[in-house]
């Protein structure tokens, strides 16, 4: 078993901070140290080595790599990060997030360990004052909304059968994460659910979380409309209509 986690960031240095402190505490440090391996990526930001923010980190991965790069968004961060790897588990990690359990990964690890045919494993989860509950694995349900977070533990087999070096879609301005699920899918990968809130989140594009009922009230509203848009984008790439 080996595990990369990949997590980039741009001008969130503070939020970097709190994610790195509470992803050290993890216990896949403790018993896979030497088979873990974690890859930093600076989108463009100022170009600094934050040597302060990963010292803790720092101290528990053998396999730590910082990278300063130009911008080019959250996707080809992920697309440089992931071409960096060697892992046979990938974990995505935004850089505002805080885990709730230690021993999260290990949890998700030992999912995919014992079911050898499922592509990934997600969680619940929170973003802000909201809860997300973990829905189970339903493709239906996937193909008409996502209901499954960036911060999930996916084989290396299965990100490889959607692109050997750029599986997320790097013109997407939004669903970057739906589109690599239900590209996933149309592989014929499968997703697992566990049903434990693993994860934390600030900041990023679901901290604008908006009732449902709003969307049916203010149909003209701006963020309404672009939210429709970029629905309308992956329904299209992925023939949903």
């Known amino acids: 078993m080996k595990l990369s986690i990949i997590i980039p960031f ?15 505490k993890q216990t896949v440090f403790d018993d896979f140290a030497a088979e873990v391996e974690v890859i930093i990526i600076n989108d463009g930001g100022e170009a600094q080595n934050y040597a302060e923010d990963y010292a803790e980190l720092r101290g528990r991965v053998k396999n730590l790599i910082f990278y300063n790069i130009s911008h080019v968004g959250a996707a080809g961060a992920r697309n440089f990060g992931w071409q960096k790897t060697s892992g046979e588990f990938i974990f995505f990690c935004d850089a505002d997030v805080i885990f709730l359990k230690n021993d999260a990964l290990e949890k998700m690890i030992k999912v995919l360990s014992e079911n050898p045919v499922v592509a ?23 193909k008409k909304n996502n209901y499954i977070s960036t911060m999930s533990l996916i084989r290396r087999e299965w990100l490889q059968k959607i692109s050997p070096d750029r599986p997320w879609d790097e013109n997407l301005k939004r669903f970057q994460d739906w589109d690599l699920w239900l590209s996933l899918v149309e592989k014929g990968g ?13 900041g990023g594009t679901m901290s604008k979380w908006l009732p449902s009922f709003f969307y049916k009230i203010f149909k003209n509203n701006n963020r309404v409309k672009k939210y429709e848009e970029a ?6 790439k992925h023939n949903l209509k």
């Open 190 to 202: 499968k997703g697992i659910m566990l049903p434990e809130f693993l994860w934390q989140a600030s």
């Open 231 to 236: 629905k309308t984008i992956i329904m299209e």
């Open 10 to 24: 741009y001008q969130n240095e503070r939020k970097l901070s709190s994610c790195l402190a509470s992803l050290a």
């Open 120 to 142: 990934f494993c997600y969680s619940s989860f929170k973003f802000g004052w909201k809860k997300f509950p973990g829905v189970e694995f339903d493709a239906v349900k996937l």
